[in-house]
């Protein structure tokens, strides 16, 4: 099935050829930079993917083995794929320097098999584990130090720097903490010490980030891509153009819409930008939109695709992990939020394209949905059942074994097809290795970063620290809080009481917080760093722990269109021919929904459905506030309602948005009132000509 004839074609700006875009992501993202192997590495690698691969499928569906088994297989594989597959400098991943076997350095020989011996250590020992945590033996140390060594090695290899920097800043906490400042200060402990807790402990390397990646988070990849080979992701685009595409900028608002669905199914902000926007920004560029704007749309609806259920990348399973309770309930939480970044970014859109008098595409250039659907509803069916199975109480992994049994079933329908019997079930063998071999391939990466963000997490129970950062946090924004208090306290009425203001700049300051840390680390790794450190800090101001997890999960997830290190921003620049970091400022600003909307959870947590306090007339009054409040942000961003804003319009629609986004009564009917004002001027000025409407 192929019905992107229904995206308009432009010669002046051809679509980007596979090997192109290919590239485009290597350039972008870290994980996708695999040097290039001789043909007997290829296939060693290959093998070793593809049987990694069948292990996990195998697992999911008839029972995974002992914990720290499971997960020191899993990872000592990895990483000896990780360094047969990354160079050490990205430069040189298409040629070999110095002494190589088989076209891969001695060295990295060295530190794949290192690797893989230090982490099949552990599970090889563990019936001695309740002897030794505590008391190690010498070889137990240098165990730890050369996985500890090899663990910073691959994720700077397959990563970048930020990661293991951290690690080894947090490292150094642990070690030299009687010299830290003031509250920061701690007893220290040595080096036999932090491997011990690091090594052999399930508080480490072994911990709940490497198990959650291990234990989910590959399945849910392996589906990922299964399902974009069965034509998921293409039907998604197609019905997408069929629905949206005759709307005011309707490449634009296919964009937003495919990438929600494509969202669905895979959690990678720079993958999504490349696989959807090969399509929609050529075709935003062709009607006119400018290329920059073409570019920031398909990155910021890309992004979305990282909190859109039921996938989530990763995060979703981690919080299973983390709270203790079941996936249907945090899929649930997200939907709301979810539907909030794309209605924004949808907005936005919308007013640009009014703005700009921009049209949707013409009939002839539309595909019918009926002919999309009819042709691909078989694609559909494995997505169904895996959200089924998941709303009904499965275990994740049995729900992900089925999903992918599924996308094997229809995928050998689909070739028998076109094919012929025994053609298609030769292309289905062939297409089932590849699918299982680039399923394994996308999860190096995200394994050895979770595996090197339990050492993050291993020295902040051994030290304590997170509760330090919390009291120094919480101390601050209260200083703040009582600042601003005094100031507004000649108002005739309470606009905001001293707890809701202590809240406020708690929150702004974990927000800096996570985009910042977002900026150099995956999304995965950034909300299990956070939540160590910043979650502590929301627990303090009494903020509900599924409310506090999503919060900062939300804003490092906003670093990937966050300037200056905007990702999925540059990818859809590169595709439009536009400037990186003003089609990345354009990004951050088409996700102001995505910004808005964890404050609004946090102070009215009924916006997220499940927690505790959840009240119809809360979610009604939030939902609502957050509603107006981003059609207010992105009328003054864009400068369009229903038509151009006055100068003093523009500056109190945001006023107004803020106001509404805080879900207290008062202060959202003021924002309301405002907003109703600006929409009776406009309507009026409208009715009368646009004469009158410039002399008003």
């Not at 005739?492 to 900026?519: D, K, N, R, Y």
């Amino acid at each position: 099935m192929n019905c992107t004839a229904g995206i308009p074609h432009d010669p002046d700006h051809p679509q980007l050829s596979e090997d192109q875009l290919r590239a485009l992501e290597e350039e972008y993202d870290p994980e996708a930079r695999f040097r290039t192997v001789t043909r007997p590495v290829a296939i060693l690698t290959g093998v070793i993917l593809f049987l990694l691969s069948c292990y996990h499928f195998y697992t999911a569906g008839f029972g995974i083995p002992r914990a720290t088994t499971h997960r020191g297989l899993h990872m000592g594989v990895s990483l000896f794929v990780i360094f047969l597959s990354f160079s050490a400098l990205a430069k040189n991943r298409h040629k070999t320097d110095g002494f190589a076997i088989l076209g891969v350095p001695v060295t990295d020989w060295i530190l794949a098999i290192g690797g893989a011996v230090s982490a099949f250590y552990v599970p090889w020992i563990y019936d001695q584990l309740q002897f030794r945590v505590g008391n190690p033996l010498p070889i137990d140390i240098a165990m730890g130090t050369v996985l500890l060594v090899v663990l910073m090695e691959a994720v700077r290899r397959s990563m970048g720097w930020p990661l293991p920097v951290i690690a080894a800043l947090f490292i150094c906490y642990a070690y030299f903490g009687k010299s830290m400042p003031g509250i920061l200060v701690h007893p220290g402990a040595d080096w036999r010490t932090i491997i011990n807790h690091l090594y052999l402990t399930s508080q480490g390397i072994y911990g709940t980030a490497l198990g959650v990646i291990a234990t989910y988070v590959f399945h849910f990849v392996l589906f990922g891509v299964m399902a974009q080979k069965i034509g998921l992701g293409q039907l998604f685009i197609d019905l997408a153009t069929a629905l949206a595409g005759r709307f005011a900028g309707g490449p634009a608002k296919v964009s937003v819409i495919s990438s929600a669905m494509l969202g669905t199914i895979s959690g990678s902000s720079i993958a999504n930008t490349v696989t959807t926007g090969a399509l929609t920004i050529p075709a935003m560029i062709k009607i006119g939109f400018k290329r920059h704007f073409a570019a920031a749309v398909e990155a910021a609806s890309s992004t979305g695709g990282q909190i859109t259920p039921p996938v989530m990348g990763a995060v979703a399973f981690l919080m299973v992990e983390y709270l203790g309770i079941p996936l249907r309930t945090i899929l649930i939480a997200a939907i709301v939020p979810a539907f909030m970044h794309f209605f924004g970014v949808l907005v936005q859109v919308h007013l640009e394209a009014k703005r700009l008098g921009i049209r949707g595409l013409r009939q002839e250039e539309l595909p019918k949905a009926w002919k999309v659907l009819r042709e691909g509803w078989l694609s559909v069916f494995p997505l169904v059942l895996l959200v089924w199975m998941l709303m009904s109480g499965r275990t994740p992994f049995l729900s992900a074994f089925w999903a992918i049994t599924a996308c094997i079933v229809v995928y050998l329908i689909q070739r028998i097809m076109a094919a012929g019997i025994l053609e298609g079930i030769r292309e289905t063998g062939a297409g089932i290795y590849d699918g299982f071999v680039s399923g394994a391939r996308q999860s190096l990466a995200v394994t050895a970063a979770a595996a090197l963000v339990g050492v993050v997490i291993g020295i902040v129970t051994l030290t304590g620290v997170g509760f330090k950062i919390a009291f120094m946090v919480t101390s601050v924004a209260a200083n703040w809080a009582a600042g601003l208090h005094g100031l507004l306290a000649g108002l005739p009425f309470e606009l905001f009481s001293i707890q809701t203001l202590t809240l406020l700049f708690t929150l702004l300051m974990t927000a800096v917080v996570c985009v910042l840390m977002g900026c150099g680390v995956p999304t995965t790794a950034n909300y299990i760093i956070m939540v160590a450190v910043a979650a502590p800090v929301l627990g303090m101001m009494n903020v509900e722990p599924l409310v506090a997890h999503f919060f900062v999960f939300y804003f490092g997830v906003l670093a990937d269109v966050t300037p200056p290190v905007a990702l999925a921003a540059y990818a859809g620049a590169g595709i439009a021919g536009a400037n990186g970091f003003k089609a990345g400022n354009t990004a951050f600003r088409l996700s102001m929904g995505k910004a808005m909307v964890p404050f609004v959870f946090v102070f009215s947590p009924s916006l997220l459905l499940v927690t505790q306090s959840f009240t119809l007339p809360d979610f009604l009054l939030a939902f609502t506030g957050a509603v107006l409040g981003i059609v207010a942000l992105s009328a003054a961003i864009t400068n369009w309602l229903l038509g151009p804003l006055l100068l003093v319009e523009r500056m109190l629609l945001p006023i107004a948005a803020l106001m509404m986004i805080a879900p207290e009564m008062i202060s959202t009917a003021i924002g309301a009132a405002i907003l109703g004002l600006v929409v009776l001027r406009q309507y009026f000025a409208e009715r009368t000509g646009p004469g009158q409407a410039s002399a008003a």
